[in-house]
């Protein structure tokens, strides 16, 4: 039973942890729009400080922590999807540093990226779920 609650955690981690992937690069679309010192882009800076601190931080943590003991647990660490699994996952944790170095350009206003450039970073995340979710339920390998 123990092991149905932690994946339940996890599931619920992962839905947050992409809710702030994909919306995160939505908000730098707005901000990269607003006037550099703009009343609007101090509170794209400041929405955007929070969903990374209060949310997309926290659940990535508790994601890849449950996701580390569930693998253990279920002694998934030879299944071939779960190799493949982690290098998404890898790469998803890669691009979240990414957005934060990224948000932390466009609050100081050093950002050289466009709202074209955010809104193509936008479907990054999405592509990387659709991997990882195939390789979890369909388990090709």
Do not use: C
Request: no cysteine; net charge positive.
């Amino acid at each position: 039973m123990g092991y149905l609650w932690l994946k339940a955690v996890h599931v619920l981690a992962i839905i947050s942890w992409m809710v702030g992937m994909l919306y995160l690069p939505r908000l730098f679309v707005y901000h990269a729009e607003a006037g550099l010192g703009s009343a609007q882009a101090a509170t794209f800076a400041t929405m955007e400080r929070r969903l990374m601190r209060a949310i997309m931080l926290p659940a990535m943590l508790v994601a890849l922590a449950t996701g580390l003991w569930l693998a253990t647990q279920g002694g998934w660490w030879k299944a071939g999807w779960l190799h493949g699994k982690i290098a998404l996952v890898l790469l998803l944790t890669g691009l979240h540093g990414y957005l934060s170095a990224e948000r932390k350009r466009l609050a100081a206003g050093t950002s050289r990226r466009s709202p074209r450039d955010f809104r193509i970073l936008n479907e990054v995340p999405t592509v990387l779920l659709i991997g990882i979710v195939v390789l979890v339920i369909v388990k090709p390998f």
